[in-house]
């Protein structure tokens, strides 16, 4: 039974319909099929109870989902999945072992909304979130600005992402820096997650190289009263940057180099927690000449530039791992959202084995490539 449920709360943001069906004696309903309805605002799950000779509708939330879900799975002998792409048959025998059956579908008939469902997010549409409606992401009702939905995403799944790692520490205080916070969604947002929702107190500093940005986020900060969040005129690959002691060092789209640079600086730091989100990888791009077993990539611009970014995140995930930091490679969001969508999420968890580094700089040596990380460590001796 727990699998049946596991399976179907695994599923519960991304089914396109749910039958309970062969249902025991005590069971209320002799069938229950759930969907997901658009409604005017958002997309609700539905429930449809069928006695003998009525229907019945009720209408959940996702949590709501959850809780039924929970109720009434042991009551049914048969419980279908319909997935986008798949469907998932557990038909329960008499001896209580289960029986799964997995078939491919076409997944013709997708819930419209199906990206636009309200999904329990962190940071729940509604939610009077003052900073999320002053930068454009919220409407003055708190609702979703339509543009803006991927960027609300993002940054959801940016905090849920710190949440999950910092909700097992016991923390009160904690000290950020933001490399490349341009217009400081995800700081502000962060800023309000720990304040509100953590009640952890924070300090946090945004550097920014531009400096109509830095001077506009400090203004809204102050409107706030914001007093631990600030905002630094800064190029990150060449100004001094805080002495402070620093927890968490997060990085949201910094332009190629300078994620490095954010990453160089947690590594001689020895800051505790890494979330960086790549982009715009250019470098080694620019550098790579044919070496070895993988010049098939370099044949074609598109293969090149591809083959270049994945090797460069590959690359700080290693030179991570070297300076003793535990490392997730994540899907940050679906690749239908945003391209660029790994997160390299890492916590210091003991001394770096600079001979980690070795392999790393063989390989990137076979192929004549730059790599700022890299270089910067070994500026440093490392
Ligand atoms: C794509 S934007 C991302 C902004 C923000 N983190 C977000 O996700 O909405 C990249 C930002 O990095 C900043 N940036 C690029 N190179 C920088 C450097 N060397 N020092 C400081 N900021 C830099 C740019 O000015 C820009 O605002």
Known sequence: MQ???????????????IIFSDYLPNASYKKIVLRLVQGKEHVYIQAEQFTQKQVFHVNFDCNQAQEYVHKVVPFYKQVVLFLCGQTISFHILPNGKIKKHIQNNTCENVVPSLHNRNKTYLLQEGENIPALRDLGVFTADNKIVKSMYDKYKQINKFVEMVDETLKKEDLTHITMLDFGCGKSYLTFILYYYFTVKRNISVHIIGYDIKRDVVEHCNKVAQTYGYKNLRFEVSDVSKDTLSEEHIDMVVSLHACNTATDYALHYAIMKKVPYIFSVPCC?????????????????????????RFSALLTDAVRAEILKAMGYAVDVIEFVDLAHSPKNVMLRAKKVHASNTTMLLPIKELLGKYGVQQTLLQLLEKENI
């Open 3 to 17: 699998r049946v449920l596991q399976t179907i709360l695994e599923n519960i943001h991304a089914f396109q319909k």
């Open 281 to 305: 990888q250019h470098e080694i791009n620019e550098s790579i000449q044919k070496g070895g077993d993988f010049d098939i990539f370099l044949k074609h611009g598109l293969f090149k530039e």
